[in-house]
């Protein structure tokens, strides 16, 4: 059995990576800062070595998110329902291009994350968060050299479902320094 664990020295060294772990998997602030907090009070009564209690944060947390799936895609599908029924739309004179472009990629990567199987999504976002591939083994529950291979092809699989968004982005036609459209077909008349 373990010793009692600095409760305020894990939460300092864990909360931020345990918050993008989770926001990334779920998506929402909102329920992402709920699980981590859950996870935190749960390890309250779980003694652990220091050593353990990064590992147990993040598999409790991915089991939280599991248990809660059922809500969570409920709650989606209210949200986007409700949308879909609004008439509201960005105004463009408060969304930059950039901003539009950068939220498209956001959307996109979170969408090609969502076409994941579970396995995949949490060992790309363990990953992300610098988890060691035995610390990923034994979060889902696999041979610790497997998992090079297995990252390698959940990559693949994301990247091919990115691909098409960015080979959209290369296709836009040219523009000169105010945004006009260049016609790269025309010449110059000298005069």
Known sequence: MGRDV????AYDSHHPALFR???RLVGDPDLAADVV????VRLLDHPLPDDEVRRWLFTVATNLVRDDARMRSRRQRL???RYERSDLSPDPSEEP??????????AAARAALDALSDRDRHMLLMREEGFRYSEIARAIDVAPGSVGTLLARALRRFAGALDPVFRNDEAEPASDDDGNPVDSGATA???
């Not at 600095?6 to 020295?9: Q, R």
């Not at 907090?37 to 935190?40: A, N």
């Open 6 to 9: 600095d409760f305020d020295a």
């Open 21 to 23: 772990y989770v926001h």
């Open 37 to 40: 907090q859950e996870s935190f």
């Open 79 to 81: 949200l986007a329902e």
């Open 97 to 106: 291009d950039r901003a539009a472009v950068r939220s498209e990629r956001i």
């Open 189 to 191: 008349e000298s005069s």
